[in-house]
């Protein structure tokens, strides 16, 4: 494969340590202290002013920037901070030319002069070439003081040098300047060095560009990692998010390469971390940089395609384009890392990728923004949310996409407890999507979540994996597919499709979580609990501190489990947290606590009592039989009830209605039809033997034997399963 030279105009900067051999022959360990925090204070100034560090140079800093002004910028207040300490100071020099960026390297003559200008310098000084001040704005705050010609140590020409003099700077003077150019060249030695680095890298590139046939033979994966803005207006400080995920979309239609979701890269927004770090805890062997910058009517977009291991650049470049033509762009990177990472492309992959949603810039623009607004996850937001993409169909009515951020934000409202009303608009602005594009995979998992809202669970999973038809890397629909399994009693299939979204999404605990969830499920209490292990440590969730509860009783061990209870309290005081303390405490039979906690739950949101994904109600209903206080127990029965008996009429295929509706028979004493109910609820899919053995609601039907058919029943399905899991973890080993 050819490799391709991404060529660029920079300022190059260079920075140096003064008497850095000295201060390691005083104190190793503070010397390399210093350093360490020479790089630190360099990253963060970089990172205000747009800077790339490319290299240490041991006591030096290698870095490039996009503009003079931000160069002196930074260079500037680098060494304010420093001037600021009296044990370590730096020479800073700067020039501005042509640079080759190969690698994870910059190579060209603007490199070498940058270094030859700092070295001539005086300690606490900024150096810089006309070249720099020639791309200075005529109205700057700094100041400088032109020292004149110089012919530096391996550089063609003269160059006009200038020392930037704002305080607290130090300004060198031009004869001390013009003899440590005298020394350095009585250090011939020097230059052969610096002429067989030049032929290395010259064979190299000839090697690279002309002999080089490189097939890519690693793992085909890529993290795209969330693209740089370089933007002045902040109003257009979205359009990076939403490109960012619009090229993981692209990439994502391409079956044959593994790209994590946004939800993970964003982890590492702004990150220091050494590229080599990130990929491993992505788990990738590529990684795709980009910056953005807005210049008139037109937009730039650098791109950088990396194998971080090897510390290799594989592919670069450099898109200056018509704002309306930014769709073509996305096509063509997608297309472009297929190639690199040697995946054909089917011809169904490449009409995917190929497909505009809109050819309206203004369109897109809007949809962006709503985009932003629903990424914040609020109801107010949401509505903003709602109102970018109406605004966004006025220009354009054929935009599938907007549709389909209708549909999610009507679905979302639903979910914040809105009314039901808006998962009808969902299916609505779904099926309007499905019917201007019926390829388009984003509609059919938004139609699987209306379903699923709604308890028709076949259809949901009918929906869902005919999304995955269209996008096998969908990794949204990859974990709503895994729960639609779940729900329906598929429990390797649900672990098949959430150990898949863990490697999508490994910054993310929602399927570490639910994959410790099934395994307890399935009487493997070592996997379950490393997975809800795994999802703390990525991001600590009550949900998952209770399933380890459940696990932890399950074994015998109620007094650690009972010591979780407190731990989300601490951990977690909202009353999502709440809620999972409170039902924890109900089956580890710590009634009056689970009384306290879900009587707070309760009167914070009364809605709770007719929220039929809630088992708030039912629990708290078992706890005030137990206080002798049946008037409260059925006020929270005849709601609760109410709610799943009109589900119940709609024929839902949700286990959880059935269950629910048994649970609450049994609260009033019907026997026969808690049973039958319980015998939908498994015919449905219901599978946690845990729930019987350990709902208190259950204990007089376990000790009666009533609900041994049933325990059984499910041993024997836990059986089949487990044998079934064995095939399916034999093929992963292989």
């Known amino acids: 494969m050819d490799q391709v030279l991404n060529r660029k105009h920079s300022i190059v900067y260079f920075s140096d340590i003064v008497g850095y051999t000295l201060l390691m022959g005083q104190d190793e360990d503070h010397a390399f202290e210093l350093m360490k925090q020479n790089l630190v204070l360099h990253s963060k100034v970089f990172e205000k002013y747009q800077g790339e560090i490319i290299k240490e140079l041991g006591d030096g800093i290698l870095a490039i920037f996009e503009t003079a002004e931000d160069a002196l910028a930074a260079s500037l207040e680098i060494q304010k901070e420093w001037g600021k300490s009296s044990e370590l100071e730096l020479r800073i020099g700067l020039h501005c030319g042509g640079i080759i960026l190969d690698h994870g390297d910059v190579y060209g003559d603007a490199v070498n002069i940058a270094s030859r200008i700092q070295s001539i310098g005086v300690p606490s000084c900024v150096l810089f070439s006309s070249d720099v001040l020639a791309n200075l704005p005529k109205q700057t705050r700094f100041t400088h003081i032109n020292l004149g010609l110089f012919r530096l140590k391996n550089v063609a020409k003269e160059l006009e040098l200038h020392a930037l003099t704002n305080a607290p700077l130090a300004t060198p003077k031009r004869a001390d300047m013009i003899k440590k150019v005298k020394i350095q060249e009585r250090e011939p030695w020097k230059f052969w060095v610096a002429l067989a680095s030049i032929l290395t890298i010259l064979l190299f590139l000839i090697y690279s560009l002309l002999w080089n046939n490189y097939t890519w033979e690693k793992e085909k994966s890529v993290a795209v990692l969330p693209f740089t803005n370089i933007i002045a207006n902040p109003d257009q400080a979205f359009f990076a998010e939403g490109l960012t995920e619009d090229v993981i979309s692209h990439i994502s239609k391409i079956e044959s390469i593994k790209v994590i979701d946004k939800q993970s890269v964003y982890a590492f927004e702004n990150s220091k971390s050494p590229l080599d770090s990130i990929a491993r805890v992505l788990d990738v062997s590529t990684i795709l940089k980009g910056s953005i910058q807005w210049i008139g009517d037109n937009i730039r977009i650098d791109i950088q395609l990396i194998d971080p291991i090897e510390n290799k650049n594989l592919w670069n470049q450099t898109y200056n384009r018509e704002v309306k033509d930014i769709f073509k762009v996305q096509a063509e990177i997608a297309s472009k890392i297929a190639n690199v990472l040697n995946s054909n492309l089917s011809s169904e992959e490449k009409a995917q990728i190929s497909k505009e949603q809109t050819i309206s810039f203004d369109a897109y623009e809007l949809y962006l923004k709503g985009k932003e607004s629903y990424g914040l996850n609020n109801v107010s937001e949401t509505l903003n949310a709602i109102d970018y993409f109406k605004k966004a169909l006025d220009i354009d009515p054929n935009y599938a996409a907007a549709y389909i951020g209708l549909a999610d934000s009507y679905a979302r409202l639903s979910f914040y407890g809105e009314g039901e009303k808006w998962l009808d608009s969902s299916f609505n602005a779904s099926e309007k999507a499905l019917s201007i594009d019926p390829y388009y995979e984003g509609a059919y998992k938004s139609r699987g979540t209306v379903f699923y809202y709604n308890g028709q669970i076949e259809y949901a999973r009918i929906s869902l994996e005919k999304a995955l038809v269209l996008n096998p890397n969908f990794s949204s629909a990859m974990g709503n597919l895994a729960t639609v399994y779940m729900t329906q009693g598929n429990l390797v299939k649900a672990l098949q499709l959430q150990i898949k979204s863990s490697m999508y999404n490994p910054a993310v605990y929602i399927p570490f979580q639910i994959t410790g969830w099934i395994y307890r499920i399935l009487g493997q209490p070592k996997e379950a609990l490393d997975w809800l292990d795994q999802a703390n440590s990525i991001?600590?969730?009550?949900?998952?501190?209770?399933?380890?509860?459940?696990?932890?009783?399950?074994?015998?061990?109620?007094?650690?489990?009972?010591?979780?209870?407190?731990?989300?309290?601490?951990?977690?005081?909202?009353?999502?947290?709440?809620?999972?303390?409170?039902?924890?405490?109900?089956?580890?039979?710590?009634?009056?606590?689970?009384?306290?906690?879900?009587?707070?739950?309760?009167?914070?949101?009364?809605?709770?009592?007719?929220?039929?994904?809630?088992?708030?109600?039912?629990?708290?209903?078992?706890?005030?039989?137990?206080?002798?206080?049946?008037?409260?127990?059925?006020?929270?029965?005849?709601?609760?009830?109410?709610?799943?008996?009109?589900?119940?009429?709609?024929?839902?295929?949700?286990?959880?209605?059935?269950?629910?509706?048994?649970?609450?028979?049994?609260?009033?004493?019907?026997?026969?039809?808690?049973?039958?109910?319980?015998?939908?609820?498994?015919?449905?899919?219901?599978?946690?033997?845990?729930?019987?053995?350990?709902?208190?609601?259950?204990?007089?039907?376990?000790?009666?034997?009533?609900?041994?058919?049933?325990?059984?029943?499910?041993?024997?399905?836990?059986?089949?399963?487990?044998?079934?899991?064995?095939?399916?973890?034999?093929?992963?080993?292989?």
């Open 539 to 734: 991001t600590y969730d009550a949900v998952t501190s209770e399933q380890k509860g459940y696990l932890l009783l399950d074994q015998g061990k109620s007094s650690e489990a009972i010591q979780l209870i407190q731990e989300i309290l601490i951990s977690d005081s909202s009353d999502f947290g709440k809620t999972s303390a409170g039902y924890l405490a109900f089956y580890a039979n710590q009634h009056e606590l689970s009384t306290t906690i879900l009587d707070e739950v309760l009167q914070n949101n009364p809605d709770a009592l007719y929220d039929r994904y809630s088992s708030a109600p039912i629990y708290q209903a078992f706890n005030y039989q137990l206080l002798g206080n049946q008037t409260q127990a059925d006020i929270y029965i005849k709601s609760a009830l109410s709610v799943r008996e009109e589900e119940a009429r709609n024929v839902s295929d949700d286990f959880n209605l059935w269950l629910d509706l048994a649970q609450l028979e049994s609260l009033k004493g019907n026997k026969t039809k808690a049973l039958d109910y319980l015998t939908l609820a498994i015919d449905n899919g219901f599978r946690d033997e845990f729930i019987l053995r350990f709902n208190p609601i259950f204990k007089t039907y376990l000790q009666n034997g009533d609900l041994t058919p049933f325990i059984n029943k499910l041993e024997n399905i836990r059986f089949e399963l487990n044998k079934e899991l064995e095939t399916f973890d034999l093929q992963r080993a292989n």
